[in-house]
């Protein structure tokens, strides 16, 4: 996948070593990015086209921007095409009057949701503990989207609180919220009903 977006954009494979970079860097976070866009959409052919276009969209505006930078800006673009999908099927289905059920606005709901949790909880020690990585995807596919992204910026890719927040477009506090809820809905759905 990620040697086509290159190719696309710059006809051939280059052999600087700027471009070498890029294509490794670009092969490192494939899967990744297709798993993540994968339970954003529910769809492998619409999370497909957004990894190709996320990965032609970093190569043609930011391959000249230093390394250490593309991480962030990859995750950023990433997630701006995963909400332009999200936008486009909301308004598909005002338009077919049809709303689906586990698409809803989290922002509306009740405030007690907010309320902060006082066990120490370790969201290592969550994955650690799930069965196997199926339980993880198929209880991560039920996330509504704003706690997909939340939990798998800070616990899949490892960025911190800010850099979440830049990549989702929210506050620091937004983040932390969505976190919770997520990790919340992630206990219950895999059993975890201890203390430990």
């Not at 993540?36 to 190709?52: G, K, M, N, S, Y």
């Not at 250490?68 to 598909?92: G, K, S, V, Y």
């Not at 005002?94 to 405030?111: G, I, Q, T, V």
């Not at 969201?123 to 798998?152: G, I, N």
Request: proline share 3%; aromatic share 10%; charged share 30%.
């Amino acid at each position: 996948m990620y040697s086509s977006a290159y190719e696309l954009e710059f006809g051939q494979v280059k052999t600087g070593t700027h471009e070498h970079a890029m294509e490794q860097f670009l092969a490192s976070v494939e899967r990744r990015a297709f798993f993540t866009a994968r339970l954003a959409t529910r769809h492998e052919q619409d999370a497909l086209d957004i990894v190709q276009d996320t990965m032609l969209r970093l190569v043609r505006s930011y391959a000249h921007r230093p390394q250490e930078e593309w991480p962030a800006l990859f995750n950023r673009i990433l997630h701006n095409r995963m909400m332009d999908w999200h936008r486009q099927q909301t308004r598909q289905r005002r338009w077919m009057f049809w709303e689906r059920p586990d698409w809803k606005d989290e922002e509306s709901s009740d405030w007690t949701d907010q309320v902060v949790n006082s066990r120490d909880e370790n969201p290592e020690r969550l994955l650690e503990q799930a069965r196997d990585m199926e339980t993880v995807k198929s209880a991560l596919e039920q996330l509504p989207f704003r706690q997909q992204q939340a939990f798998l910026l800070r616990i899949w890719e490892g960025l911190d609180i800010a850099a979440s927040a830049a990549i989702m477009e929210c506050s620091e506090g937004s983040v932390k919220t969505h976190l919770f809820r997520a990790l919340a809905s992630m206990r219950k759905a895999l059993g975890e009903d201890h203390e430990s």
